[in-house]
């Protein structure tokens, strides 16, 4: 089972890095890039679409059909829609996800960019997550790309992962705690 997750793993990162050279070698890095997001953002939301791709008895016309549509709706690229063509005939276009996220990462990576996360117990204000942007690009001494993502199941507080530091600064971490301690006595 891993291996074939290692397989998948090896295989997004290089059609995304083959991509990403096709894209700044055309001088369009930042047009797939966006529209990478697009794409994600699509799969993300359309239960339809993301079962269509997980599906392997669809035929490569099919998909192609769909792509070609999405590609005149979405006005893609032409490099990226001869790129999700190829993930097609090349009956890869299951690994589209990883491949567009890798992809998206790789450009994040290219800029210098450091990938992080904020989650919060209340709704923040674009100012707010702007002003902790700045305050982590500051204390990093990097540019950071910051994702940010709203749960009230935290109760209260913050969590903040850049690359591999994590601060957890949460009440239901904190509640978390005290009931490991108090099994633990």
């Known amino acids: 089972m891993s291996n074939n997750n290692s397989f998948s793993v090896t295989t997004a990162g290089r059609y995304s890095l083959a991509l990403y050279e096709l894209a700044k070698e055309s001088n369009s890095i930042d047009v797939v890039e966006e ?19 997980k599906d392997p008895t ?23 829609s001869k790129f999700l063509g190829f993930l097609i005939s090349k009956r890869r276009f299951f690994y589209v996800k990883s491949i567009l996220q890798d992809f998206i990462d790789t450009c994040s990576k290219k ?13 923040l204000s674009g100012e707010q997550v702007s002003k902790i942007k700045d305050e ?41 705690q005290i009931e490991n301690t108090m099994i633990e006595a």
């Not at 982590?136 to 749960?151: G, R």
């Open 35 to 53: 529209q990478s997001m697009s794409l994600l953002k699509l799969i993300d939301e359309s239960k339809d679409f993301s079962s269509l791709i």
């Open 58 to 80: 669809n035929s490569v016309d099919e998909l192609q059909d769909v792509i070609s549509k999405i590609a005149d709706d979405y006005k893609l690229n032409s490099l990226l």
């Open 111 to 123: 800029r210098g960019e450091v990938k992080a996360e904020l989650i919060s117990s209340k709704e």
């Open 136 to 176: 982590l690009s500051q204390n990093f001494n990097a540019k950071i790309k910051l994702d940010y993502k709203y749960d009230k199941s935290l109760i209260g507080g913050l969590v903040i992962q850049v690359g591999s530091i994590m601060v957890d600064t949460s009440i239901k971490n904190k509640l978390q």
